[in-house]
Every structure is written in C-alpha cells, then in structure tokens.
C-alpha cells in the first residue's frame, strides 16, 4: 500500500539550473508568460536585474540592467496584465516601479524608507480580485508603508511603532483579505517574532502575535479572498499556519505549527491553483512541499458562548535538498501548475517542476 502511495506522491524534479555572477534576492515568474526575473547584488554592490525565457530545458537570457543599488525585493501584484510593471524595493529604501520593455528609467520612484527595503508585496493588479492598485514595503526602519502608484509619493498608509515602542527590523509584509472594494488587510512580521496584522479599512491594528523566533516570511493562501489561512515562517525552522476565518475576541486566531528542519525557513509560497498546497523553502537548501487539511469542524464556542477558530493539520508531501546554501526566494508559475523558479545564494537560480498536484 505504502509503495503506492508513494508512486502518487509528487516529486520536485531540478529542470534548469543557471548559475550567475551575483547574488540573488528574489526571482519571479512574469505573468502570462515563459519568462522569469532574477533580482540581487552584483559584487561591486549595485543592483542587477536579469530577464530570461525558458526554452525546454535551458534558459535565455534576454536582457540585464544594473541599477545604482542593490535589490531585495519584487513584486508585480499591482500592475496591470497588460503592463507587467515590475515593483521593487532596494537597499537604499527605494521604491522603484519598471516598465521592462523600457527599463533605463523607473516610470515611479520614491525614497520609501530610511533604511533597505526587505519585503514587499502588490494587489489589486494583473486582473485578480477586487480594489485599487497597492504596494506594501516594509523595511528595517521599522515601518511598513502602503502605497498607491496612481498618488504622488505620499503613503496611503504608514504603520510604524508607537511612541515610546521599540523599532523592529520589519523583515516580511502580504496583503489578505482584498475580496471586495472596501476591505484590505496588511500581515508584517519582524525580527523579534511579533506578527501584526492592519486593517486598511479602519487604519487600525487588528491583531497581533509573537511566534516567539523572527518571521522572515508571511503569505496568505489568497489575497483576494476573504481570509482564509496565513502561514508564517521563522528563523528556527518552525512554521505556523493560522485559521484567519474566525477571530476570537481574546485568544485570536486559532493557529497550528510545524517543526520543517533546524534552519531558518526563508520563505513560504502556496500554490496559485491549489491554496491548501505550500511550499517553504530552508536555510538548508531544501525545499519542503507541504498540504494543509481542514479539522471537521474550523470554529466551536468557548464556555463564554464566544466563536473560536479550530486549527487543522498539516502534512509533508515531499521535500527535496538542492543546494548547500539557503535558497532564499521561491515563486510558482501562475500559468503553469507546478512550475517553479527558486534562487539560492549559492548564486543558482533553478526552475523546478513538481509533479503529480493534481492527485493530492
């Protein structure tokens, strides 16, 4: 029974692999397209940006632009899918949006923040879901910023620790909760292992935790649904996924966690046609592909009569160890199922494909 099971299992098979010449912060798919982006530093410590397309099994590269800074991070959740314009955020706390057909000059900039922009993230774009178009930064100066490219170079949002309040490293921000015009939420997660979690609507904080290890990365299962699951991710290899469905008046949201493996799990990424089905990627170099199952019952009433979320449980689907480095950025296709692109600071960029997903 068991070596069927396995024959079902979905493997995480190394298509391409590519090395580069510098290192690699984060890699995305661009939309409706074969073609991904790797975003880093190149050793003199400026910034690189490097297009390629995927043909078979090798990639091309179609173009590379050095920019002045080093970048950390990317996003095309804001965009149109008729633009694809490309957000990034760079070690100099900038915000820079790119047209990649004309990418010389940025066609937004703003100085977000004072200090390197770790995290960032996009909604309201590429024709999903509901709202105007947003970016999120968050950085190590403690604030996490939401902005509207549409505006001048004014936040539509600025959360930033309370007078007196210690200033955190923000190292991770997602948008959640997008499903309609009115609603929208930001989750941040910073060094000290506080998660917060601010509603737009009311420009206010509407829950906070602390997973007890910094959170190096938070995503909801969907942006643009009402919340459904967030997983967050820490430096001791555990990881955490909240039921977001039912907030308890004084213990939150019901959350379930998970021991992965020893090291720091950089980042967490579900699979754009299956919410339940994530990937993390380790500080090992492994990738771990994970499903999330629902408990019978997702709220019951404390003795108080108050609603409160029941957490699920989570299983390994398989896992996989590429590389001697921590492999720091992951995106799936959004086009593809189970395609996958990951970058490692063994400066490879590797696009993976993950078999067997519509079995489980």
């Known amino acids: 029974m068991s070596a069927a099971l396995g024959a079902e299992r979905p493997q995480v098979v190394s298509h391409v692999q590519q090395a580069l010449s510098y290192t690699v912060f984060d890699c995305k798919w661009v939309p409706r397209s074969a073609r991904l982006l790797c975003l880093g530093s190149a050793a003199r410590g400026t910034g690189v940006v490097q297009l390629y397309e995927l043909h078979g099994a090798r990639l091309e590269l179609l173009r590379e632009i050095e920019k002045p800074k080093p970048i950390k991070c990317g996003t095309f959740g804001a965009t149109s899918l008729q633009q694809r314009y490309l957000a990034t955020g760079d070690f100099d706390g900038n915000l ?5 057909e004309a990418p010389e000059i940025p066609v937004y900039s703003v100085k977000g923040h004072k200090e390197i922009i770790n995290s ?12 105007a178009p947003e970016i999120v930064t968050g950085s190590r100066d403690g604030t996490v910023k939401v902005w509207d490219p549409r505006q001048n170079d004014t936040p539509v949002a600025n959360m ?34 506080d998660i917060k979690l601010f509603d737009l609507k009311t420009m206010s ?26 997983v967050a991710t820490s430096l001791e290899g555990k990881f955490h996924v909240f039921d977001m469905r039912t907030q308890h008046p ?3 949201f019901a959350s379930v966690s998970e021991k992965a493996q020893k090291s720091t799990i950089w980042q967490v990424r579900h699979l754009p046609q299956n919410r339940d089905v994530f990937m993390t990627s ?4 492994s990738l771990h592909l994970w499903k999330y199952e629902y408990p019978a019952q997702r709220s019951k009433k404390d003795s108080e009569g108050s609603e409160m979320g ?19 950025s992951l995106d799936w296709s ?23 997903l519509n079995k489980i």
């Open 205 to 230: 904080l509407r829950w906070e935790t602390n997973i007890k290890n910094g959170v190096c990365s938070v995503e909801f299962d969907r942006k643009d649904i009402n919340m459904n699951k967030l």
């Open 282 to 285: 380790g500080g090992s170099g």
């Open 120 to 131: 960032i993230d996009g909604v309201g774009g590429l024709g999903i879901g509901e709202g």
């Open 160 to 193: 930033e620790p309370v007078q007196g309040e210690s200033k955190r490293d923000c190292w991770t921000v997602a948008f959640g909760n997008a499903y309609n015009q009115e609603e929208r939420v930001v989750c941040a997660g910073y060094d000290n292992g």
């Open 310 to 328: 029941v957490a699920g449980s989570v299983s390994l689907l398989q896992n996989v160890t590429l590389s001697t480095q921590p492999i720091s």
């Open 96 to 100: 820079n949006i790119w047209n990649l």
């Open 250 to 252: 004084t213990k939150g």
């Open 334 to 356: 959004p086009d593809k199922k189970g395609l996958c692109v990951c970058g490692a600071f063994d400066q490879t960029v590797r696009v993976l494909i993950v078999t067997k």
